[in-house]
């Protein structure tokens, strides 16, 4: 049962436009969430997460929106550039308490594509 | 500071042998977390080790197994190995005392098992 879901396989996008990226998750105990983006051949590398206890975290030009009772989360990526061009991942933690043992749990992906 | 090590980065075994992946986590960090990478099922969570103690378990048979030194240097096995363990299996480390609400898991590249 996929406790994290990313609906959308890929994503293409034109440079300068913003991307967004969708996550749903159906864990209502899930209380902060995690974006990964990861290259071909490398690990995934941290982005940006958010708190339950927000709705909004802004990074240099990733912002996540949490949208607690539709259980959606998104990423914003503005403006889009060519090295965006990865797969990204939405993660929930899961673990109680949360000081110890947490363990992430992943969607499958979404493939973006900037193009000039 | 040098990132998260796995080795090896590549590795082809056939049915039934078994294998044994190692990973080296950022120094200072005690906390390692293994995962498991496959087309359409995203990461997977296996396990996480914490001062050379299993703090942490996914859903995967008992042929899955792992341990941690006390260097935090973690390695996994898997025995009797299967056609459906092919993947790229991911090591994440962190300094495991505050929780992924606070500690970002850092990962490493992977290491493709490819079962013939």
């Known amino acids: 049962d996929q406790q994290v879901k990313q609906n959308s396989p890929s994503l293409s996008v034109q440079e300068g436009r913003i991307s967004i990226l969708n996550c749903d998750y159906t864990?209502?105990?899930?209380?902060?969430f995690l974006w990964y983006k990861k290259y071909p051949a490398e690990g995934p590398t941290f982005l940006i997460s958010?708190?339950?206890?927000?709705d909004k975290n802004e990074d240099g030009r990733f912002t996540v929106f949490l949208n607690k009772s539709a259980k959606h989360l998104s990423l914003h990526i503005v403006p889009s550039q060519p090295g965006d061009s990865a797969v990204y991942f939405c993660?929930?933690?899961?673990?109680?308490?949360?000081?110890?043992?947490?363990?992430?749990?992943f969607g499958t992906g979404t493939r973006l594509q900037v193009f000039p | 500071k040098a990132g998260v090590t796995q080795t090896p980065r590549y590795l082809i075994k056939t049915r039934g042998q078994q294998v044994t992946l190692s990973c080296s986590p950022i120094?200072?960090?005690?906390?390692v977390s293994w995962y498991q990478q496959t087309p359409g099922q995203g990461l997977q969570f296996l396990f996480e080790?914490?001062?050379?103690?299993?703090?942490n378990k996914g859903n995967f048979p008992g042929r899955f197994s792992g341990r941690q030194f006390s260097n935090s240097r973690s390695e996994m096995n898997v025995s009797t190995l299967e056609l459906g363990d092919s993947a790229l299996y991911l090591c994440?480390?962190?300094?495991?005392?505050?929780?992924?609400?606070?500690?970002?898991?850092?990962f490493g590249d992977g290491t493709r098992l490819s079962i013939l």
């Open positions: 120094s200072g960090h005690r906390s």
């Open positions: 958010i708190s339950s206890i927000k």
């Open positions: 080790y914490f001062s050379e103690t299993q703090r």
């Open positions: 994440a480390s962190s300094p495991g005392t505050g929780g992924a609400t606070t500690q970002p898991q850092h």
């Open positions: 993660a929930a933690v899961s673990g109680t308490p949360r000081k110890r043992a947490d363990k992430l749990i």
């Open positions: 864990n209502s105990m899930f209380d902060y």
